[in-house]
């Protein structure tokens, strides 16, 4: 399994970014994909799920300017975060669950300042 993010960067408070991720090494079409967060100092937390068929959930902090979306075809998956704020600074990794073991990319690092 490989998981590898893209998309991270330096965003002004208002700002958007789109963050990829390009899975290998699994069927990817038949697993639930998810974004997790870590920011400093914090545990790692779930930010957004989709399932196989396409249905999202979202944590109640990014509702609204989270969106999370899938390509079964090109395995990836995507978040696009609007409305930037900075306590959305954190690593944002890619995960996947395959009979009971998580995995994750190397993460991608977002930092909201002005």
């Known amino acids: 399994v490989q998981l590898v993010e893209s998309g991270g960067g330096l965003v002004q408070p208002g700002g958007s970014l789109r963050l990829s991720c390009a899975a290998s090494g699994f069927t990817f079409s038949n697993y639930n994909m998810n974004w997790h967060r870590q920011a400093p100092g914090k545990e790692r937390a779930l930010v957004a799920d989709i399932s196989r068929s396409g249905t999202t959930y979202y944590v109640d902090s990014v509702k609204g300017r989270f969106t999370i979306s899938r390509d079964n075809p090109k395995n990836t998956v995507t978040l696009q975060i609007n409305s930037l704020k900075p306590e959305d600074t954190a690593v944002y990794y890619c995960?996947?669950?395959?009979?009971?073991?998580?995995?994750w990319g190397q993460g991608t690092q977002v930092t909201v300042s002005s």
């Open positions: 995960s996947v669950a395959i009979s009971g073991r998580w995995y």
